[in-house]
């Protein structure tokens, strides 16, 4: 049908050149034609959108067609990528492309994000950048490479055939892993996303999708960060947010090494506080500070356990019975990963107490209302200062000297 439209078009362009041929012989002169318009961002869209209906309707043959003809090593890259997806639940997949460089003649890398959804848990699809080269070859664009705008990152099928296991609340797609450690993942999560629905209200129907890469290094890969500073770290979340609404599904990683010498207890507390920042993520903004952000995903992993503050912050225990309680909350810097192993375990049980100590002495609404007014702030300056004084009724000044009190009492 388009074939046929466009040749109608082609022939009534055709009369009216011969027309104006004629009307050139009356007057003497006529408007040179206008240039051919760059059809280029129409051909690769509809290139992409060719690839991506092959990818979800397991079409190989078509999958593979749009690849630059003769690329064998290409071709064999593809097909293992089309092969090792086989077993992921996509209920959506798609390149939107966000820009095209004409690179020479003939030659093109688009700008693309890569949106994909797994059916039955992503309501927003999960968005990663990628660059895809492309190259034209008798009046047709081919691909002619593929690759992730952040160098080095890659995705859970480029690190081996994905087996999908479903729990109630999660699903877990894992590379190089068998199905029984699969299933056990499975079922704490779905533990962890039940505690988090009872903790944090609006998220009775919370899902999540997990990743479990075959080793810490495709742990480092999957986040497009060096291994090395992940290795005692059990799991991380990724994900995005803007102005209060998801703009790509979160995803949380498990490191198969640290998340596996963890036990059963150990292994709960980590999904459960990786599955709060899931379900925070519209509520948690630029205005949120890490020891708020982070202090209250484990106080939703803690909730419910008897353990005292001494067995949850040793490190910090530590600090206090040996230089007494630090003289500010932890700041942003003090939470990261590859810096001191100590310094990093503090800041967490440091966001933890305070966030304890707002639940036991104003409520645990209260700490609710507190994290949400935080996030709502326009800007990170004065955004925790507000919320100090609109729901608890306090300053920065007066709740840091609370807090280091909280610390003597319950760690001295």
């Not at 979160?250 to 090494?257: C, F, G, L, M």
Request: charged fraction near 25%; charge should be positive; hydrophobic fraction near 40%.
């Amino acid at each position: 049908m388009a074939g046929h439209t466009g040749g109608r078009r082609y022939g009534r362009r055709a009369l009216l050149a011969l027309g104006l041929g004629a009307g050139g012989l009356l007057a003497g002169s006529c408007a040179a034609p206008p240039a051919p318009a760059d059809t280029a961002s129409r051909d690769v869209r509809r290139l992409l959108e060719r690839r991506a209906a092959a990818l979800l309707g397991r079409d190989r043959a078509a999958f593979l067609g749009v690849l630059e003809p003769g690329a064998a090593g290409l071709r064999d890259r593809q097909r293992q990528e089309f092969d090792h997806l086989a077993g992921v639940p996509l209920a959506s997949w798609e390149y939107g492309l966000t820009g095209l460089d004409r690179t020479g003649a003939g030659l093109a890398t688009a700008q693309v994000e890569l949106r994909h959804r797994i059916a039955g848990y992503d309501t927003v699809p999960a968005v990663t950048a990628r660059l895809v080269d492309l190259v034209r070859r008798a009046g047709q664009w081919y691909v002619a490479g593929d690759r992730p705008r952040q160098v080095g990152a890659q995705e859970i099928w480029q690190q081996g055939p994905v087996t999908a296991v479903r729990g109630k609340r999660a699903v877990v797609l894992g590379a190089g892993q068998d199905r029984e450690r699969l299933r056990s993942i499975a079922d704490t999560a779905d533990r962890a996303a039940a505690a988090v629905a009872r903790a944090w209200a609006g998220e009775r129907d919370l899902k999540e999708v997990l990743l479990v890469p075959p080793t810490l290094e495709g742990m480092g890969a999957l986040l497009g960060a060096p291994a090395a500073g992940y290795r005692g770290i059990a799991a991380v979340t990724t994900g995005a947010s803007g102005g209060g609404r998801r703009t790509s599904a979160d995803r949380v990683i498990v490191n198969p090494e640290a998340y596996g010498v963890l036990g059963a207890a150990g292994q709960e507390v980590v999904l459960t506080h990786e599955t709060t920042h899931v379900a925070t993520r519209t509520a948690t903004t630029g205005s949120t500070p890490m020891w708020l952000s982070e202090g209250f995903a484990d106080w939703v992993a803690y909730r419910e356990s008897d353990r005292t503050p001494a067995q949850v912050a040793p490190e910090l225990r530590r600090t206090v019975l040996r230089d007494g309680p630090p003289a500010a909350l932890p700041g942003d810097g003090d939470f990261g990963f590859s810096g001191d192993a100590e310094r990093l375990a503090g800041a967490y049980e440091g966001g933890w107490l305070a966030c304890r100590m707002i639940a036991e002495r104003s409520g645990e609404h209260k700490l609710l209302a507190f994290y949400r007014a935080v996030g709502g702030h326009p800007q990170r300056d004065g955004a925790v200062e507000n919320a100090l004084n609109s729901e608890l009724g306090t300053g920065p000044e007066a709740f840091t000297a609370q807090w280091r009190t909280y610390l003597r009492a319950e760690l001295g």
